[in-house]
């Protein structure tokens, strides 16, 4: 089973910052866009940070330059810097690499941000 792990997820304070990091399988790496997803309860899941396998980034609107997405093209690792946490971007984040025919998705981790 493949496995996308994810990790640096936790409580934090409004104004604060976390980085999350997710390890890849290198055969999934290289062929895939890497992708932050989140989901608040109750509410869908959306798209909060991508990078191609070129290094374009995408944002969601609601980041406003808080939030910053890289890939590590010899670790097999995309982070988010998250920078400014607010209370609404409390969630469960998900890793996610999408090649033109497969999708993968990690477990979760959770943020909490409190104010």
């Known amino acids: 089973q493949v496995q996308l792990v994810e990790s640096g997820g936790g409580p934090v304070q409004a104004g604060e910052s976390l980085r999350l990091s997710c390890a890849v399988p290198?055969?999934?790496?290289?062929?895939?866009?890497m992708n932050w997803y989140r989901q608040a309860p109750g509410k869908q899941r959306e798209l909060v940070a991508s990078?191609?396998?070129?290094?374009?980034?995408n944002y969601g609107d609601f980041v406003k330059g808080r939030f910053s997405i890289s890939r590590d093209n010899f670790a097999n690792t995309v982070s988010l810097q998250m920078n400014n946490l607010k209370p609404e971007d409390t969630a469960v984040y998900y890793c996610?690499?999408?090649?033109?025919?497969?999708?993968?998705w990690g477990q979760g981790t959770q943020v909490t941000v409190s104010s």
């Open positions: 290198r055969d999934i790496f290289i062929m895939s866009a």
């Open positions: 990078v191609s396998r070129s290094g374009d980034e």
């Open positions: 996610n690499a999408q090649s033109f025919t497969r999708s993968w």
